[in-house]
């Protein structure tokens, strides 16, 4: 299993660009599932996820094709034959965003076997939501040996009224909705950006959809898609990374290829704990020299504070004078950083959905474990600025995500380098 190792108390000087969203290329990635036509789609992340859906959707008899060279972050997918609707345990069980399949292929093909998906790292996670929406669409739901199978001869236009904001059941009911016959409304849906660029894929495709971005969804159905080309919007959790490591790290970075607007929350947060944030056109640029000041943050659904950002700007607040009171609304389990922070000499104490962490402490390198995608990228930042070696084990978690994040940084200034199993297997 590779390993980070960081040596910490280098500023970073220079820039820094961000790559296409994960979480916009997932979903949109399951939308080809629409049409036999090819949908093209460029700006996609080479990381661990989009890897597990290429090989999901190949699974089902899609043609993958990737560019080369130049363009290397293109992947065209053509769905003219799927001669499986299913998503099996083992890929399920490594990424539950494969659930994103469900609707689309109920809608496309009249059924769809789904392996339902545990727990994880940060939360119960369930997809009930998701089949709620399916069975007012009209699909026929079992769930049997772990599997859900959904039928249907053709989905049909309902009302949905999400119980509680959910970005993918959003997404999959979106993707079922779209080529179901007659009128869907859907109400209290996530507005994150990431469910609009999905939605402006599908409209290219020929979809009907209002109100993406707002809380209320209405999607006239159409007999069929087409194919379409489509660009992946940049990635505002790695950008918003990348911005809390320069603001904790220290230096003047550049953080390009961004979409500022999608970092509206972040940004003020930073401000107000006093970095230096500037946003023009697709940059923004930190700089940080003076002391962070500890503020309080709540996550909250889009346009509120990410909770992807939680375990990133706690790692900053460790830094900051006074006590940052942050509270976790989104994922009940999202807290596995903070024992992991503690060791390296953070004080930081847990009550409930609430961390009260109190600065500034001086950070020491030690031997650490990441714990999944967004935790890795907290322990990173802390390690930035750790006094000595910090050895992450577990990037695997890491390479889910954020591309070749330890070049990125080395390419302003930080010292870090993977590492392989010091112990070869046997
Ligand atoms: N929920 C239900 N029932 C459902 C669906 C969700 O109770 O049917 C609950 C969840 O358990 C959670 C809350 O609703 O407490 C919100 O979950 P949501 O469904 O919005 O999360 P998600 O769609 O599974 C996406 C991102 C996550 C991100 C969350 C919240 C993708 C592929 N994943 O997950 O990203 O944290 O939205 O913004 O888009 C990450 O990238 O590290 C990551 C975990």
């Not at 993918?168 to 859907?186: K, N, P």
């Not at 390009?256 to 697709?282: I, M, Q, T």
């Not at 500890?294 to 509120?304: F, L, N, R, V």
């Amino acid at each position: 299993m590779d390993k980070f190792v960081i040596r910490g108390g280098t500023p970073l000087n220079g820039t820094i660009r961000v790559s296409g969203a994960k979480n916009s290329a997932l979903p949109c990635m399951a939308a080809a599932i629409l049409t036999e036509e090819p949908v093209i789609l460029e700006n996609i992340p080479q990381v661990r996820d989009i890897e597990t859906e290429r090989k999901l959707l190949a699974s089902m008899g899609a043609e993958v094709e990737l560019g080369y060279g130049r363009a290397q972050h293109r992947t065209t997918l053509c769905c003219r034959n799927l001669a499986k609707s299913e998503a099996s345990y083992e890929l399920v069980k490594t990424m539950r965003a494969s659930t994103l399949v469900l609707g689309p292929l109920v809608a496309r093909t009249g059924s769809a076997r789904v392996s339902m998906p545990g727990g994880c790292a940060i939360g119960a996670r369930p997809i009930d939501m998701h089949l709620k929406g399916l069975e007012l669409l009209g699909a026929k739901i079992t769930v049997e040996h772990g599997y859900v199978e959904a039928t249907a001869d053709r989905l049909r236009g309902a009302e949905i009224v999400f119980d509680k904001i959910t970005v993918t059941g959003t997404e999959d009911l979106m993707m079922a909705a779209v080529l179901a016959e007659g009128l869907t409304v859907m109400e209290n849906c996530a507005r994150e950006p990431e469910v609009v660029d999905l939605a402006n894929l599908l409209t290219k495709m020929g979809a009907k959809i209002t109100g993406a971005g707002t809380s209320t969804l209405r999607i006239q159905g159409v007999e069929q898609l087409h194919g379409a080309k489509h660009r992946i919007i940049p990635d505002r959790i790695e950008a918003g990374t990348f911005i809390v490591a320069g603001a904790v790290a220290g230096g003047n970075l550049i953080v390009e290829d961004c979409e500022p607007a999608h970092l509206g929350a972040l940004l003020r947060k930073l401000r107000e704990a006093g970095v230096e944030v500037s946003a023009a056109g697709d940059t923004v640029e930190i700089s940080s020299g003076g002391q962070l000041k500890a503020a309080d943050m709540s996550t909250e659904e889009y346009p509120g504070f990410p909770t992807d950002m939680q375990a990133q700007y706690m790692a900053l607040a460790t830094q900051a004078e006074g006590a940052s009171v942050i509270t976790e609304n989104i994922f009940e389990n999202r807290f596995m950083h903070v024992s992991e922070l503690v060791r390296m000499g953070a004080d930081i104490k847990i009550e409930g959905r609430r961390a009260i962490v109190r600065g500034k402490t001086p950070l020491s390198g030690a031997p650490v474990l990441a714990s999944d995608l967004r935790a890795s990228a907290s322990l990173v930042i802390a390690a930035l600025v750790a006094d000595g070696e910090t050895i992450i084990d577990r990037v695997y978690h890491m390479d889910r995500g954020y591309e070749n994040i330890e070049e990125k940084l080395r390419g302003v200034g930080a010292q870090i380098r993977r590492v392989g199993d010091l112990i070869p297997k046997r």
